[in-house]
């Protein structure tokens, strides 16, 4: 495993396995076989309503829980502080463990300067290992340092081949923040799994096309969260540590860089509305 350090000094994997649409009932399974892969590290959120499978797979792997990283997010609905303060708690108990490796505001939407309050107040009484945001754009990435007392640790964004979010990475920089890449193999989208350039630099090593991808963004300096519900995937994605991408191939795949989502626009009225309606239920 590859590891890189946060700005409080926490080492996180380079590499874990994400939980998002896993449904409830599958959950625990299917982490516990990600664990038996070798992943170390996990992604859930409280919106994904699957905590519980979570910290079910935890409970009973057997790994030493010093040796497992733990991310999780404070859904829309949960904003504001005395509401995120009380949702940590939950999350606690649904993960089953006296603290969170990494706690996430998932989305810009609602109270998060309240929400974030609670998350540095859960950071103090380490509760939280440490604190940062999910999906925030460079403008609200930049109001929130802005006026806060300790700037988010991590922003977990998409990033992939086809959006390498170069607008944000100085500012992310400038505030010692880690990048960390949700869906970073796209699901797929705009033909990643079978993409040319990426197909050819693969055979080179005897790698798939996402592997390749994965690569890229790990030695990139990004954080990456694949997931699969399939062993064989979970394995494939996880085998990326026999090989790396030389200087001209990484300018290669740089080049694919189309700067859009190939998923949300989160800058449109209608994205914000739909989160904003998350939010009220």
């Not at 925030?136 to 988010?152: Q, T």
């Not at 992310?172 to 705009?190: C, D, F, I, V, Y």
């Amino acid at each position: 495993m590859e590891y890189t350090t946060l700005r409080n000094g926490v080492q996180i994997p380079m590499l874990g396995y994400g939980t998002y649409q896993i449904p409830a009932e599958d959950t625990k399974h299917c982490v516990l076989e990600a664990l038996s892969v070798g992943y170390r590290s996990i992604d859930t959120a409280q919106g994904y309503f699957n905590e519980e499978g979570v910290g079910e797979a935890v409970a009973q792997c057997g790994i030493p829980r010093e040796e497992l990283f733990l991310t999780d997010k404070v859904w829309i609905s949960n904003g504001g502080y005395e509401k995120a303060a009380a949702s940590i708690d939950a999350s606690l108990k649904k993960l089953r463990t006296d603290y969170i490796d990494l706690m996430l505001v998932h989305q810009p939407f609602n109270d998060y300067y309240g929400t974030w309050r609670a998350l540095e107040e859960a950071y103090r009484a380490g509760k939280l290992r440490a604190i940062g945001v999910s999906n925030f754009m460079p403008d609200r990435f930049i109001d929130l340092c802005s006026f806060v007392d300790i700037a988010p640790m991590v922003n977990q964004l998409e990033v992939h081949v086809f959006q390498q979010q170069r607008v944000i990475r100085p500012y992310l920089e400038k505030h010692g923040t880690q990048l960390m890449a949700w869906s970073p193999l796209a699901q797929g989208r705009n033909g990643l799994f079978t993409d040319p350039t990426m197909t050819e630099i693969g055979e080179r090593y005897g790698k798939t096309a996402a592997q390749v991808d994965l690569r890229f963004l790990m030695q990139s300096g990004v954080v990456v969260i694949p997931k699969s519900t399939h062993r064989e995937r979970m394995a494939e994605n996880f085998d990326l540590f026999d090989f790396r991408l030389t200087d001209g191939e990484m300018e290669q795949l740089q080049a694919m860089d189309l700067g859009r989502s190939q998923f949300i626009d989160h800058y449109a009225p209608n994205v914000a509305e739909m989160f904003v309606g998350a939010g009220s239920v």
